[in-house]
């Protein structure tokens, strides 16, 4: 079985809950090697994402770890037979990896929630905006790979444009809708995609205001990406080095009642349609 050298993030989850089920059925590597008719060396690879398993090996390990959960094996099956290609290994070798691993991750998603404070979410910015964005905090890319960086993120909008597309909530703070990250015309040009894309049935855009009394969320941005199962759900956050991703059960429910307490909170549809229109006829 080949190894391979650099797995990707959902890669990394199968191996990661294959581990979690192991360890939760109290059985060290060895044991379940023995069990499998491998040697120990081949279950720490798995687990640690450098070797592959098929759909046959890793229901053969679900049943030796006494999983009875048909619809978490179900979900850990399809990630371990899946051979998708998709549109973002094109961008492989040119942008790091951690940016690769985000549009599989949405391609994949049951669904999206995006809580943002200070920039309108990645899925909902025009192209002139991304480009403010990404030339300002990287002043030393040269054009080209700002553009690079620019039509990769327009390609991961495809989410929530293609036919069947992923259902979609964002949260947004007023305060990310007034920062020209551009010009005016980019801004203006901004908030009127943002009211363009919260008329689809699929997609929700709420904006939380700055007179909003007790509010303490400001440090709760995110993005949720929901899996085939609860359990497979993944929380992404911004980290010094790029994008972090949080699977860690505990986690993921603080992360879950964070976006309910900022969502409620929040305007609802109408009124956040409302007052992104006020808001562009200021400018």
């Known amino acids: 079985m080949a190894t391979k050298r650099e797995p990707t993030a959902r890669q990394m989850r199968l191996a990661v809950e294959l581990r979690r089920l192991r360890e939760a059925a109290g059985l060290s ?122 039509e990769h993120r327009m390609q991961r909008r495809i989410v929530i444009e293609r036919p069947d597309p992923v259902p979609y909530r964002a949260v947004i703070h007023e305060a990310a809708l007034r920062i020209r990250v551009g010009n005016r015309l980019a801004a203006r040009d901004q908030l009127s995609r943002l009211l363009e894309l919260s008329e689809a049935d699929h997609i929700s855009v709420r904006v939380v205001p700055f007179d909003l009394d007790d509010f303490g969320g400001a440090g709760s941005a995110m993005v949720y990406a929901g899996g085939p199962v609860p359990r497979l759900d993944t929380v992404v956050r911004d980290g010094p080095n790029g994008p972090v991703y949080i699977d860690a059960e505990a986690q993921l429910s603080r992360y879950r009642t964070l976006f309910r307490r900022v969502e409620a909170v929040s305007l609802d549809p109408k009124g956040s349609r409302d007052f992104i229109h006020r808001l562009a006829k200021e400018l």
């Not at 549009?103 to 809580?115: G, K, M, N």
């Not at 300002?136 to 960086?149: G, I, K």
């Open 29 to 150: 590597s060895r044991e379940a090697a023995a069990m499998l008719g491998v040697n120990s060396v081949q279950i720490s690879q798995i687990e640690a994402g450098t070797s592959g398993v098929s759909e046959q090996r890793l229901r053969r390990m679900a049943a030796n770890y006494a999983c009875s959960d048909a619809d978490l094996i179900g979900a850990l099956a399809s990630i371990a037979s899946d051979r998708t290609q998709g549109w973002w290994e094109k961008y492989r070798g040119q942008l790091p990896t951690p940016f690769l691993d985000l549009p599989e991750l949405e391609h994949h998603s049951a669904y999206r929630w995006d809580v943002e404070f200070l920039h309108v979410p990645g899925l909902l910015q025009t192209a002139d905006y991304a480009r403010s964005l990404f030339a300002y905090v990287n002043p030393e890319f040269p054009s080209a790979d700002v553009d690079l960086w620019v």
